[in-house]
Structures are given as structure tokens and as C-alpha cells.
């Protein structure tokens, strides 16, 4: 059984960084995927980030690169993934969603059609 759980959002001002936390309870967690999506007020959810199983090969969408970095980190008997975000906009509001699938092909999906697994989601506001 797999759980994802986001953690590490809140309130923000402009300009601000913040990382975002997905702690993954999988049996074998370098088999995994990961991605996160965001979905604002009154749209569509949308990705935002994806990492291979490798931690190696990495998307970003166009409007984050340069600001956010996804990584994938095992820490003892923990698994984490993370989203470092710098110089947050008020575009960047949203909540956000930790989402993995079981990987056999070493790339990054970037469909939500692709991941199987979801957390529950966790609110970012950024005001300006």
C-alpha cells in the first residue's frame, strides 16, 4: 500500500521560498516515480514538477524553471520528496498534490493520467 503526505505549506508574501515535503510510505521507493501538480482556484490541475525513479532526470513546467528544484531523497528508513520553491509569485497559489507511480522505464510522467498514487493535497497562498 502506498501513502503519500504533503507537508510544508501555508502563507507566503512574494518573493519568499518555502519546501514542500511528500513523505512516501512505499515498500520500494526506488521504483517510484514522483511528480507534483497544483491545481489554482478555478483551474485545471496542472504539473509543476516530475523526477524519474533515478532522481536523475527531472520536467519543469516552463513558468517554474529556474525557481523550483525536485528531488528525491531516502533518509534511513524515510522517503521523502521535495519541491524547493524560491521567488514565490502570487501565481504560484494553489494546492498542491505529491503523486507517484511504480516505474519501470527510468523517465518522468507528466500526465496526471500517469500516476496511480496521490496525496490529499495541501494549500499554498502567496499574496503579494
Known amino acids: 500500500q502506498v501513502r503519500l503526505v504533503e507537508s510544508g505549506v501555508g502563507s507566503v508574501q512574494a518573493g519568499d521560498s518555502l519546501k514542500l515535503s511528500c513523505a512516501a510510505s512505499?515498500?520500494?521507493?526506488?521504483?517510484?516515480?514522483f511528480a507534483w501538480f497544483r491545481q489554482a482556484p478555478g483551474k485545471e490541475r496542472e504539473i509543476v514538477a516530475a523526477?524519474?525513479?533515478?532522481?536523475?532526470?527531472?520536467?519543469?513546467r516552463d513558468s517554474v524553471k529556474g525557481r523550483f528544484t525536485i528531488s528525491k531523497i531516502k533518509d534511513g528508513t524515510k522517503n521523502f520528496v521535495y519541491l524547493q520553491m524560491n521567488a514565490l509569485s502570487p501565481e504560484d497559489t494553489a494546492v498542491y498534490y505529491c503523486?507517484?507511480?511504480?516505474?519501470?522505464?527510468?523517465?518522468?510522467?507528466?500526465?496526471?493520467?500517469?500516476?496511480?498514487?496521490w496525496g490529499q493535497g495541501t494549500q499554498l497562498t502567496v499574496s503579494s
Open positions: 512505499v515498500s520500494a521507493f526506488s521504483f517510484y516515480a
Open positions: 523526477i524519474n525513479r533515478g532522481g536523475d532526470s527531472t520536467y519543469y
Open positions: 503523486a507517484a507511480r511504480l516505474d519501470q522505464n527510468a523517465r518522468y510522467y507528466v500526465r496526471e493520467t500517469q500516476h496511480n498514487e
